[in-house]
């Protein structure tokens, strides 16, 4: 019996023996087999390029809404009923032109009961004055009490306050008889009208019409906040800037007048950190109308040295855009970069780049900080000659 369970456990550590020997023959194939990948704690193989200033000539372009440089809208400023129209919809008006007219009749009448009511009150005034002088003279021959006296003087001073307020009062329903006709304010073009004859209209409340100029017509758009600047400067340029600065396209065609800049609103909005920009473009055939959307074509500042570069070599990560830069020792640094307007297969570069610094713009893919480079052609051999590029 014993001897049949020694023979057994003999061969329970024969087999594990022959076991723990396959397996480590199989590992040793594994890890001999496994391909070496490039790169891995090695130089990663790029090709790179020197950033270069250009003075590219280029338009940096905004969407913008058309608007009238004057507009209002007429509202009634008494309540009533509309009893005249005198125009058609979408004449040209002229200043003081008589528009609309409302029932007048209440009005009228209000105003006659006011002027009325100021003659009254300017025979009592009448009355006051005699009577003061009167009871003044017998003052100075004591036939009379003092009391009489200033009993007489505060009643001419209340007559007085009376003739005032009938005045103001009449003044008031005289103007409200004057708003009972609606005028233009300004030379322009009307609307459609939004009240027919007969209409109830209430003061404040009703909007009758829309006039507005057409001819200049005013273009608006945003800018951000870095870009004041130069929107200032271009300002103050004024007639000096070559007529082409300011365009206007719609769906791609180009309205045939060039634009002036206006204005810059008054201050940066703090929560979006834009200002608006107003440009002025001439309206001769009446083809912009107000609301329209377009786009703004803005001249950029031609002649003056711009960083250039492949579009291809930047990277982007949570809505910010990166390079890697070649440093010492073939190592590269990532850096973050401020884009402009693309151009076609290149991109300009605001900030965050300067002349002769070299970049990586193949094989940004495989890199990372503080990663060793060698220069050639990504997927080629390591230390392979770069091919020149035609120019």
């Not at 507005?212 to 870095?226: E, H, K, L, R, W």
Request: glycine content about 8%; charged content about 20%; aromatic content about 6%.
């Amino acid at each position: 019996m014993k001897c049949i369970l020694s023979n057994r456990s003999f061969f329970r550590a024969f087999v594990a023996v022959i076991v723990v020997a396959v397996a480590a023959v199989s590992c040793g194939d594994k890890k001999s087999a496994a391909p070496q990948q490039f790169g891995a704690g090695g130089p990663v193989n790029v090709t790179t390029d020197t950033v270069e200033q250009l003075a590219v000539v280029y338009y940096d372009e905004y969407p913008a809404t058309v608007v009238a440089l004057n507009q209002v809208e007429l509202r009634a400023q008494v309540t009533g009923y509309i009893t005249g129209i005198y125009f058609k919809d979408g004449d040209k008006v002229r200043k003081g032109q008589r528009l609309y007219s409302i029932d007048q009749e209440v009005y009228s009448a209000n105003a006659q009961q006011a002027e009325a009511n100021v003659q009254v009150q300017e025979t009592n005034l009448v009355k006051a004055q005699k009577d003061a002088d009167r009871y003044h003279e017998l003052e100075k021959k004591d036939a009379i009490a003092r009391q009489q006296v200033d009993y007489a003087d505060a009643a001419l001073e209340a007559a007085k306050k009376q003739v005032d307020a009938a005045r103001a009062q009449l003044r008031a329903v005289r103007s409200n008889v004057g708003f009972a006709n609606i005028i233009a304010p300004f030379n322009g073009t009307i609307g459609i009208s939004q009240v027919r004859m007969g209409t109830s209209v209430v003061a404040g409340q009703t909007v009758l019409n829309t006039v507005s100029t057409d001819n200049p017509v005013a273009v608006d758009f945003v800018i951000g906040q870095d870009d004041v600047y130069r929107y200032s400067q271009l300002l103050q340029s004024g007639s000096k800037l070559p007529d082409s600065t300011f365009t206007l396209a719609f769906s791609g065609v180009k309205y045939p007048k060039n634009g002036k800049l206006l204005l810059l609103d008054r201050a940066v909005d703090p929560q979006t950190g834009t200002i608006k920009a107003r440009l002025s473009f001439p309206n001769d055939e009446h083809l912009l109308k107000s609301g329209m959307t377009a786009t703004v074509r803005v001249l950029n500042n031609a002649g003056i040295p711009t960083v250039v570069i492949p579009y291809k070599a930047v990277s982007e990560m949570l809505g910010e855009y990166f390079v890697y830069v070649v440093g010492d020792s073939s190592k590269v640094s990532q850096r973050k970069v401020q884009l402009g307007r693309q151009l076609g297969a290149n991109v300009i570069v605001k900030n965050g780049l300067e002349k002769d610094e070299e970049i990586v713009v193949q094989g940004i893919q495989n890199l990372r900080e503080g990663a060793m480079i060698t220069k050639g052609t990504p997927g080629g051999a390591p230390g392979a000659q770069q091919p020149q590029q035609k120019k």
